[in-house]
């Protein structure tokens, strides 16, 4: 439309239960474009399920409201969807928004000193890095990309606990009695009863 990237669907995709809580189709003007033809043989759009089903951005922003409340919302390159779909500008504050590419970056990039901030790598490369598991012919469709960001966002969180030094190993095998073993940097272990 315009020549400009718009959001044609959006899905919001629970980390901690896993599951998918809710997709839309948006449509940015009364009568939708047909979509593009690679939309619909790459990424499996049915352009009659699309026109009955989709929504104008305002039409959903009560429900995006109400079911954001209190939410942590992430996105691998969370900057560029916003800048994309304006509306979630409005019902998100800034201070709720992770960039998963950047917060990866920080991670396991290298240091670029043009930029003077370590690079960020391609989403399917930050997935195989961490041995998560994708098919690139799902990509670019919100439920799956939702679900993808899901699995490396809990990946960056398993990386910055072992990072801080501290993780807590449930341990029962020499005792009756349940021990957790804090291991930290230096490898050094203190066992800690419950």
């Not at 929504?55 to 209190?70: A, F, H, I, N, T």
């Not at 969807?81 to 998100?92: G, M, S, V």
């Not at 993808?148 to 005792?175: H, T, Y």
């Amino acid at each position: 439309m315009y020549h400009r990237f718009y959001p044609i669907e959006i899905s919001l995709f629970d980390k901690k239960e896993k599951k998918k809580i809710a997709n839309y189709f948006i449509k940015h003007t009364d009568e939708p474009e047909q979509l593009p033809q690679y939309k619909i043989q790459n990424h499996g759009f049915d352009w009659e399920e699309y026109k009955i089903k989709a929504v104008k951005p305002e039409d959903l922003k009560q429900s995006l409201k109400y079911m954001l409340r209190g939410c942590v919302v992430g996105s691998y390159g969370i900057n560029n969807d916003f800048d994309n779909f304006p509306l979630l500008k409005q019902i998100i504050p800034l201070n709720c928004r992770v960039c998963l590419k950047e917060r990866y970056a920080e991670l396991r990039g290298e240091y670029c000193p043009d930029l003077k901030k370590k690079k960020w790598v391609k989403l399917p490369v930050a997935l195989k890095q961490e041995g998560i598991e994708f098919d690139e012919s799902k990509w670019h469709r919100s439920d799956y990309d939702a679900m993808i960001a899901a699995s490396l966002w809990d990946a960056i969180e398993k990386i910055e606990m072992q990072q801080k030094g501290n993780i807590l190993i449930m341990n029962n095998q020499n005792s009756k009695q349940d021990i957790a073993e804090v291991i930290n940097k230096n490898n050094s272990i203190d066992a800690i009863p419950f």
